[in-house]
């Protein structure tokens, strides 16, 4: 089955300044990859996604890059606010492809990101 | 109005006993999901159903069950409650299969 690791664990950065998170993951299947913040007591919320056929995909202050060869992808935060401090997730999943686990997120450990103003 | 809502919000109950979690979503969505989120952070998909299908994951012990009463509730049930249940609870929903809407947990604890 799949597998998704996520670095760092935890990253702290200067109000201001960029922060990025890589993952990578096993099954060469998946094709939608997610990035979910949570804040303390609350549920993950979709912040943006890439699918399979796209390397790039920018909103605003974010961004999440996808190489399929090397099955790895990254969020970038441009910027940072500290109400950016939140865990960040990501995730891997086969959502147009065949099998029982068809839309089954598979998540990274998280990271923990702390902006300091 | 809450897109997935999750009731209770917090569940502290005794080890045996069996207790239920709700969730309703009004977004028509068709996939409704179950996740587990332990100490750690850690989130790992339970189950996931929509009208035709239900996708256990294998390591979920069979005390844990979902219960749909319609394509807006999934419900989840846990009979003979252990200490290792201790986590908090997601609900979600999707109705591509892809963006996925998670509510906002139910932290249960056993003792």
């Known amino acids: 089955g799949e597998n998704v690791e996520q670095h760092p664990s935890t990253l702290s950065v200067q109000e201001g300044d960029s922060a990025v998170i890589k993952c990578t993951y096993s099954?060469?299947?998946?094709?939608?990859f997610p990035w979910y913040k949570q804040e303390l007591g609350k549920g993950p919320q979709l912040i943006i996604d890439?699918?399979?056929n796209v390397g790039e995909k920018k909103d605003q202050r974010i961004a999440v890059t996808l190489n399929k060869t090397a099955k790895h992808f990254s969020l970038h935060i441009t910027e940072t606010q500290p109400e950016d401090s939140a865990v960040y997730f990501c995730?891997?999943?086969?959502?147009w492809g065949y099998g029982g686990s068809q839309g089954n997120l598979i998540f990274g450990k998280g990271t923990k990101l702390s902006v300091k103003p | 109005d809450t897109a997935v809502s999750q009731t209770p919000k917090y569940l502290v109950t005794q080890m045996g006993n069996d207790k239920s979690i709700k969730c309703e979503q009004n977004?028509?969505?068709?996939?409704m999901y179950w996740y587990k989120q332990d100490s750690k952070k850690f989130l790992k998909i339970m189950f996931s159903?929509?009208?035709?299908?239900?996708?256990i994951n294998e390591t979920v012990p069979n005390r844990f069950s979902p219960k749909s009463p319609d394509k807006a509730h999934l419900n989840l049930h846990i009979n003979s409650l252990e200490l290792g249940d201790s986590a908090v609870y997601f609900c979600?929903?999707?109705?591509?299969?892809?963006?996925?809407?998670f509510g906002p947990g139910t932290r249960l604890t056993v003792t």
């Open positions: 979600a929903s999707s109705k591509t299969g892809a963006e996925q809407y």
């Open positions: 099954d060469s299947a998946s094709n939608y």
């Open positions: 159903y929509n009208n035709k299908e239900l996708i």
């Open positions: 890439i699918r399979s």
């Open positions: 977004l028509g969505h068709d996939t």
């Open positions: 995730a891997a999943s086969n959502v």
